[in-house]
């Protein structure tokens, strides 16, 4: 069992809106986890790297790209990401989900992004460190707040059960050429 709880959908689809995804793209997946949102960006990203430092992250994010049928499309990489990104082509876009070691991995995504990546975090003081980073790299965009409910039965009627709060963290890379060099 994951230590982190996937990422949940409705998250999920604010990430890939924020993004900027487009046919075509390369896509990356830092702190991948159970693959869920590699999955969401696969519907128009042609090429994803997924990584993850965790054994467990690996294997259950592998089991889930075989089932949703695009395996071949991904680079499933083990290790820590801060030190594998700067291996791996230019990105159209990327998404962070895990936050260990973040300024390390936001200098590294981007110096190889050439459009937007996303960070979630699940703490305030983790947020302004993003916010922060980003501000340096000069690349924040906007950091949106996002709190959801789920409806449950409750007595016969329906009561709402909050998820726990996410910051999404949206930097962009784009200097009005919209090209890096390599």
């Not at 949102?37 to 994803?48: L, Q, T, Y």
């Not at 300024?103 to 110096?111: G, K, M, S």
């Not at 992004?113 to 501000?135: L, Q, Y």
Request: net charge negative; aromatic share 4%; with cysteine.
């Amino acid at each position: 069992m994951l230590s982190a709880s996937p990422t949940k959908p409705e998250i999920i689809a604010i990430v890939i809106s924020k993004l900027n995804l487009a046919p075509g793209n390369v896509f990356c997946d830092v702190g991948c986890g159970t693959g869920a949102v590699s999955i969401a960006a696969s519907a128009f990203a042609d090429r994803i790297y997924a990584i993850d430092i965790r054994d467990e992250a690996i294997a259950e994010a592998e089991r889930n790209f075989d089932a949703a049928g695009i395996r071949e499309r991904v680079t499933l990489i083990h290790g820590e990401a801060s030190l594998l990104i700067g291996d791996l082509p230019l990105l159209d876009c990327a998404f962070v989900g895990g936050t260990r070691n973040i300024e390390d991995v936001l200098q590294a995504i981007f110096a190889r992004v050439r459009g937007r990546a996303v960070v979630n975090a699940a703490r305030i003081e983790t947020a302004a460190r993003i916010i922060r980073c980003m501000k340096l790299l000069g690349v924040f965009e906007e950091v949106v707040h996002v709190q959801v409910s789920r409806g449950y039965e409750l007595a016969g009627e329906t009561a709402l059960k909050p998820i726990n709060p996410v910051y999404i963290v949206v930097g962009d890379a784009r200097d009005g050429t919209d090209q890096k060099k390599e």
